[in-house]
């Protein structure tokens, strides 16, 4: 599969404005943990991918979990004594504490201000703040906005419901010759924030649709789940399942202009965790890799002890190490296009080395096999001839059929594309073969015989 070749034929400006437009058009959604905000979300993507939807009632118990109650808002305001807006949900909804109860109730100011949150040290900023599992009403608002509240008498509403109902996830899932799955994992659970949850859903949105149709070697698994709860609870729907998981990612924070980090899975060393860090490796822009630590994203659930899972985490600037985190300066000016593009050509080289990551042995390992005679000293025009020779002889080197593709991609240096291509010419050449997958080593390291 050339899954990354076929992307770079592709103009990434194109690309990256698409990814952007998708991103803007979910922005004002008031998504939650439940409700219809991520429903409505969900459905946009189903537009775009083949989204099967689970509802679960509130309720249901999911290891040591429960669904919550599902909550829904339309309004919240706070007025002053004039009957103006001073605080309002309809200009942006983080105005709102996310999970808030429902109020409606006149109060003077210090009644009010300890249900108001700020950040001082950011005072033009909205913060995002949630009380998901304890209940309390609340508003956010930037720090000036809170200082100019005078004392007085204030209307204050919250016109929400927290009820029973569902908590909403979406999956996807494109079979491949083997049942065992690659996961691709993003929360879609917060509001108007733009790196934080929308550039994950929009690029992992892309990727699908990328993968969509094609010929694969992996079976693919997508799912968009409100953060933690969402996670445990399809986890805890399909604990059978989930082993057929050999590599996962968890997409989220890839559009802003940081380098990447990628964050290791519980094990370390999975196939996935050295695919990540040798795409990022190669990609051109600066690149972090990170241990595994039990916080962050929804790989702290299939990282659990329990289940163990090889899923890592991509992402550019880390959560919580930047300012405009979980604020509303994470907004439609925080990510870029060619970011989000850029973003997207790595999940795609990720895949392509997981695609066509394989053993292969040399079939004439006495010396080094004369290239010139089966015109394999020549150039394909791809890069430079050094680097082909290069790459051409690593892999004679090194396919004893122990070492695998990504094996002689770290060892010799060079990228995984490279290798790849030269992989295909030594085989059309008649001096290398796949080692079927599934054979054991062993047998494959026998196998080699100087009749060939
Ligand atoms: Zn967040």
Not at 134 to 159: A, I, K, P, R, T
Request: charged share 20%.
């Amino acid at each position: 599969m050339r899954l990354l070749k076929d992307f770079d034929q592709k103009d990434l400006t194109a690309i990256g404005k698409e990814l952007y437009r998708f991103a803007t058009d979910l922005y004002p959604v008031c998504r939650s943990i439940t409700g219809d905000g991520i429903r409505q979300t969900l459905a946009a993507i189903q537009n775009r991918i083949p989204l099967q939807i689970s509802e679960v009632a509130t309720g249901t118990e999911v290891f040591d979990w429960t669904v919550p109650k599902e909550w829904n808002i339309r309004d919240a305001y706070i007025k002053d004594g004039h009957g103006k807006r001073v605080v309002d949900f309809q200009r942006c909804n983080l105005h709102v504490l996310n999970y808030s109860t429902p109020i409606r109730k006149k109060m003077p100011l210090r009644e009010l201000s300890p249900h108001l949150f700020s950040i001082p040290e950011r005072p033009d900023w909205i913060p995002y703040r949630t009380s998901y599992y304890q209940e309390n009403w609340g508003f956010c608002l930037s720090h000036n906005q809170m200082l100019s509240l005078e004392d007085g008498e204030y209307d204050v509403c919250v016109d929400s419901t927290l009820a029973d109902g569902h908590l909403t996830y979406g999956e996807c899932y494109f079979p491949g010759r083997s049942t065992d799955e690659v996961l691709i994992s993003c929360h879609a659970c917060h509001p108007s924030l733009a790196n934080d949850n929308l550039s994950g859903l929009s690029v992992a949105t892309s990727l699908a649709q990328l993968l969509s149709g094609r010929k694969l070697r992996y079976s693919y698994r997508f799912v968009f789940v409100p953060g933690t709860i969402g996670a445990i609870t399809w986890l805890a729907r399909n604990q059978e399942e989930v082993a057929s998981i050999r590599h996962g990612l968890v997409l989220t924070g890839i559009g802003d202009n940081g380098g990447f980090h990628y964050k290791k899975s519980r094990r370390g060393n999975t196939e996935i965790d050295r695919a990540a860090a040798h795409v990022m490796k190669h990609c051109g822009e600066p690149s972090e890799v990170l241990d595994f630590s039990p916080y962050g994203y929804d790989e702290r659930q299939y990282c659990s002890p329990g289940f163990n899972l090889p899923v890592g985490c991509l992402m550019r600037s880390v959560w919580g190490t930047f300012p405009e985190y979980h604020t509303s300066a994470d907004n439609l000016d925080f990510i870029h296009p060619m970011q989000l593009a850029r973003s997207l050509r790595v999940c795609v080289g990720i895949v392509d080395v997981l695609e066509n990551n394989r053993r292969y042995r040399n079939l004439s390992p006495y010396c080094e096999p004369q290239l010139g005679k089966r015109n394999l000293y020549r150039s394909t025009g791809g890069e430079s001839i050094g680097t082909e020779i290069n790459a051409r002889l690593w892999l004679l080197n090194l396919s004893d059929g122990e070492n695998s593709l990504l094996d002689i991609a770290e060892r010799s240096g060079l990228p995984f594309p490279t290798i790849n291509n030269a992989t295909e010419l030594l085989c059309q050449g008649g001096l290398l073969a796949a080692v079927h997958e599934g054979e054991a080593s062993e047998s494959a390291t026998a196998g080699i015989s100087p009749k060939h």
